[in-house]
């Protein structure tokens, strides 16, 4: 039997130049999905979603690096003063 339908996380990218979605993965270079396009013969790179994904690290990131140091103001200002 043969798998069909099942494609996670896969979603290809429409030509930049005629928007078809008739583009096939042509490759790749530096960590960027590059494809082609079969309707007008473009090649191009997948791009904008490696931005994305990169914005997006970066604000999850600074929002734990903000939880943390949140968490180890609360922790201190918190703590008994043992020193009596
Ligand atoms: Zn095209």
Sequence with gaps: ???VGIRRRESRPT??????????KNGSSRGK?????KACG????DA???RM???QRKR???????????R?????EGKPLNTA
């Design 48 to 50: 904008l979603k490696h």
């Design 1 to 3: 039997m043969r798998k």
């Design 72 to 76: 180890a103001i609360s922790r201190v």
């Design 60 to 70: 999850i990131l600074k929002e734990y690096l903000n939880r943390m140091s949140m």
């Design 33 to 37: 999905a590059k494809y082609k396009c």
């Design 53 to 55: 994904d990169r914005e």
């Design 15 to 24: 030509c930049p130049s005629c928007n078809s979605n008739r583009v096939v």
């Design 42 to 45: 473009r090649t191009f790179y």
